[in-house]
């Protein structure tokens, strides 16, 4: 129960590590506002009641400043205050420069960068009123090293860094914590859809299990864990860091 009573605000809960993040989050006593653009994002509440937590479902697409705004406004009237926030909606087109689209561009910066953005614009004066928070970003490892074809998923997550930092420098001294995790390969449903664009799905996932320093592959709780020590008072003295969630892939250089 390290965070009871916290009222914690999960983007893009419907699925994958944001669902899981939402239930593990409620598991240590907070109350979660399950937010995502898709109606699914009801069974996550769902799930949280029947494990006997208490959730709340805001559907609003996280690009739109309006829907943003009510949506935070929905969280403080269920609530009464915000003490966490987690930025991990987002999706992922896996073009190259030449390749992507103005549209593909915009989807995937307003999805990932500037829905983060726009939660943390609402979200940080409830959470200085209540006497400070702690803003989770979810990045990616391509946002310091990416892999080809990953435009412009990868700069959208660099992005993501720098919006950490100034956060960070902007209003930690009003009790503002920002910091970011950055997985690496983790099974969910965009992962899956990124393991179907190769012609042989099995081969990929071993080459995946070999890039890193264990056999097994990341999993939703993996992220879920790191999130729950960064949003704790266990945290209180880290800002602005980039944990890195991604069984070592990240540092190792196969030599075979
Ligand atoms: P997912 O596709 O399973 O879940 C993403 C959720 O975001 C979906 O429920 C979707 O409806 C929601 N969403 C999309 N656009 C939205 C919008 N405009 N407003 C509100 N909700 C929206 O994906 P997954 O894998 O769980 O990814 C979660 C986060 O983790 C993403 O930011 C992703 O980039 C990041 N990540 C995932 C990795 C992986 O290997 N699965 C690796 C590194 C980062």
Request: include cysteine; glycine fraction near 8%; hydrophobic fraction near 40%.
């Amino acid at each position: 129960m390290r965070l009871l009573n916290k009222v914690v605000v999960v983007t893009g809960a419907a699925s994958g590590i944001g669902k899981t993040m939402a239930i593990e989050f409620a598991k240590e006593g907070a109350y979660v506002a399950v937010n995502d653009v898709s109606k699914d994002g009801e069974a996550t509440v769902e799930d949280i009641v029947k494990i006997g937590g208490k959730a709340v479902f805001c559907q609003a697409d996280v690009r739109y400043e309006t829907q943003v705004k009510e949506m935070m406004d929905l969280v403080n009237q269920s609530f009464g205050k915000i003490d966490v926030l987690i930025n991990n909606a987002g999706v992922s087109i896996r073009k190259n420069i030449l390749e992507a689209g103005e549209e593909e561009w915009t989807k995937t910066m307003d999805t990932n960068l500037k829905g983060a953005w726009l939660c943390c614009k609402y979200a940080i004066p409830l959470m200085i009123e209540n006497g400070g928070g702690s803003i989770i970003n979810i990045a990616s490892t391509h946002s310091f090293r990416t892999q080809p074809n990953h435009f412009p998923y990868q700069s959208a997550k660099a992005g993501m860094i720098a919006l950490t930092n100034g956060i960070c420098v902007d209003f930690g001294l009003k009790g503002i914590r920002a910091n970011n995790i950055s997985p690496g390969f983790i099974v969910t449903p965009l992962a899956s859809d990124y393991l179907n664009e190769f012609p042989n799905r099995d081969e990929k996932i071993k080459k995946i299990r070999s890039s890193q320093l264990t056999e097994r592959l990341g999993t939703p709780e993996d992220v879920a864990k790191a999130a729950i020590f960064l949003a704790s008072d266990d945290a209180h003295f880290i800002y602005g860091a980039n944990l890195i969630v991604d069984g070592g892939r990240s540092i190792y250089q196969r030599t075979d």
